[in-house]
């Protein structure tokens, strides 16, 4: 389970970590680096199908301590991510609770980047995320992803729904 759940945080991680375009205001207020100050989340559900069986749990983490950066560039529109933060990831299954403190890799391929409205759009390999924007000024950036995934565990699909907040301070 530590494996399985460490791996969705990666998941959760990745989606968070993101790009930009509007126009030239917006370009100027994101380009340059930008370190993560918080990763959250509250609601996160799980539900495992191991042999057609529906076991639901609940999922929570919050960051503890960060070393992770976002580079953002304009011509062209680029970003990289690099370094980790370790967070305390707590789950719900059968009544029974396992909290454990997790070390996230945050390291990434270089990725396009586009705002759209109030959407930070992010490229990376051809896998685009969303990022709804809910602050950004010339040195707050907070961001807010609606994950919705299924990925295997131990053979078994394993469907997550949560919403992920994260924060970022320009350096």
Known sequence: MKITFGFILLI?????VTKCKKDDAVNS??????KMTDAHCDDGMIVLD????NVSGTFSFQGLTYNAT???TDNPDQFTSTGSYTALYTTVILGATTMDTIEVPVDSDPGAWSIKGDTLIQDINGETTKSIILEMTGSKLRLRNDLDVTVPIS???A???ATVFTTFEKQ
């Open 12 to 16: 959760l991680i990745a989606i968070s």
């Open 29 to 34: 207020s994101l380009k340059g680096e930008w």
């Open 50 to 53: 191991p042999g057609g069986l």
């Open 70 to 72: 976002t580079t953002f």
């Open 155 to 157: 053979g078994a699909p």
């Open 159 to 161: 469907h997550n729904t």
